[in-house]
T-cell receptor
Framework: EAQVTQNPRYLITVTGKKLTVTCSQN?????MSWYRQDPGLGLRQIYY???????DKGDVPEGYKVSRKEKRNFPLILESPSPNQTSLYFC????????????FGQGTRLTVV | GDSVTQMEGPVTLSEEAFLTINCTYT??????LFWYVQYPGEGLQLLLK?????DKGSNKGFEATYRKETTSFHLEKGSVQVSDSAVYFC????????FGAGTTVTVRA
């Protein structure tokens, strides 16, 4: 089954404690992205990757890091989380080209206290 | 840069009512346009898409037409059901996928 898998689904952490949210896709897609969803703001792109070892900043990259060492994985790293990073996070992947459908993970609900 | 503006919600309707969610876009090129739907507790999934001017996307009774002259891609459904309660996102794609703010739709029995 084609899918994007994120882990964990829920996470509560404390300010400053490094964390990683994993994302994996089984569709051999070139493009992968991370978004955060906040009430009234819709989905905002954090980082995206057009292929292995190719990453770039989205609209709200501050406080986040990513890596793309393998095509299937695209982890999101928060080196020093802060309360303003409390949000719902989604990973997405799609094949190359502008008309292709994006597939989304189930989401990770992160709370930073 | 490219952007999408969609009608603010929330929208509350009765079953069998007509639904319209407005979406307009700003783009320098000729992007593809999408509607995604997010059911409670789930990720987004593609509802329909259109890749060029005058194309009509349709799925599950929903329709949207790519209008280049008005830079719009409004979503419509003639008779909604309780199961259509969800958040709907308009999106455009050139090399990057950009989303609108989302419209929450609640359908009451």
């Amino acid at each position: 089954e084609a899918q994007v898998t994120q882990n964990p689904r829920y996470l509560i952490t404390v300010t400053g404690k490094k964390l990683t949210v994993t994302c994996s896709q089984n569709m051999n897609h070139e493009y992968m992205s991370w978004y955060r969803q906040d009430p009234g703001l819709g989905l905002r792109q954090i980082y995206y990757s057009m292929n292995v070892e190719v990453t770039d900043k989205g609209d709200v990259p501050e406080g986040y890091k990513v890596s793309r060492k393998e095509k299937r994985n695209f982890p999101l790293i928060l080196e020093s989380p802060s309360p303003n990073q409390t949000s719902l996070y989604f990973c997405a992947s799609r094949a190359g080209g502008e008309v292709t459908e994006a597939f989304f993970g189930q989401g990770t609900r992160l709370t930073v206290v | 840069g490219d952007s999408v503006t969609q009608m603010e919600g929330p929208v509350t309707l009765s079953e069998e009512a007509f639904l319209t969610i407005n979406c307009t876009y700003t783009a320098t090129g000729y992007p593809s346009l999408f509607w995604y739907v997010q059911y409670p507790g789930e990720g987004l999934q593609l509802l329909l898409k259109a890749t060029k001017a005058d194309d009509k996307g349709s799925n599950k009774g929903f329709e949207a037409t790519y209008r280049k002259e008005t830079t719009s891609f409004h979503l419509e459904k003639g008779s909604v059901q309780v199961s259509d309660s969800a958040v709907y996102f308009c999106a455009l794609s050139d090399y990057k996928l950009s989303f609108g703010a989302g419209t929450t739709v609640t359908v009451r029995a």
